[in-house]
Structures are given as structure tokens and as C-alpha cells.
Nanobody
């Protein structure tokens, strides 16, 4: 059984930074593609960023490109999402997900419980 636990969320002012972490337990961490997603109140869940098994390949949503950085430490079974220049529209619950077969995890893959990020002025 694969488990994902997110942490690092919180309240931050506009323009500030946060770093989210996602610890993955279970099977071999380096076998998984990992993605970050977010869901704001009354909105659908949206893709934020994803990283390949090796960490050499990354993808970003246009809304976060240039401000967010995804990375992974396979020795620590952890994926990070460094979020800089935060905006109010970044306020959401952030989820990490793991997939074996596709570069961007889908609904049928493994998901964490989420961590709240609130950006206020």
C-alpha cells in the first residue's frame, strides 16, 4: 500500500514563499511519477506540477510557471514544491499524487490527504 503525506502548508502573505513536502511510503519511491495538484473552494481540482522518476523531467501549469519549482529527493522518499511570489489565487488545498504508469497522476492513482495553503494580503 502506497501512502502519501503532505506537509508545509499554512498562511502566508502575498509575495511570500512556502515549501510543501510530500513523503511517500510503501513501494519503491523512485518508481513513481509524482504530481502536485490543488483545489480552491468551489473550483475543480487542477494540475500544478509533475516530476519524472529520476527528477530530470518536470512539467508546470502555466499559472505557476516561473514561480513554483518541483523537486524530489529519492533518498528521502520526498517530493517538494517550492512556491515563491505567492498570489491570492494560489489559495487552495494542495495534494500530491503518485503514479507508476503515467507522467501525470490521475484519479485512479495514489493520493494524499492535502495541505491547506492560504495567501492573504
Amino acid at each position: 500500500q502506497v501512502q502519501l503525506v503532505e506537509s508545509g502548508g499554512g498562511l502566508v502573505k502575498t509575495g511570500g514563499s512556502l515549501r510543501l513536502s510530500c513523503v511517500v511510503s510503501g513501494r519503491t519511491f523512485s518508481s513513481y511519477y509524482i504530481g502536485w495538484f490543488r483545489q480552491a473552494p468551489e473550483k475543480e481540482r487542477e494540475f500544478v506540477a509533475a516530476i519524472s522518476r529520476s527528477g530530470l523531467g518536470t512539467k508546470y501549469a502555466d499559472a505557476v510557471k516561473g514561480r513554483f519549482t518541483i523537486s524530489r529527493d529519492n533518498a528521502k522518499n520526498t517530493v517538494y514544491l517550492q512556491m515563491n511570489s505567492l498570489k491570492s489565487e494560489d489559495t487552495a488545498v494542495y495534494y500530491c499524487a503518485a503514479a507508476l504508469l503515467q507522467s501525470v497522476p490521475g484519479d485512479d492513482d495514489y493520493w494524499g490527504q492535502g495541505t491547506q495553503v492560504t495567501v492573504s494580503s
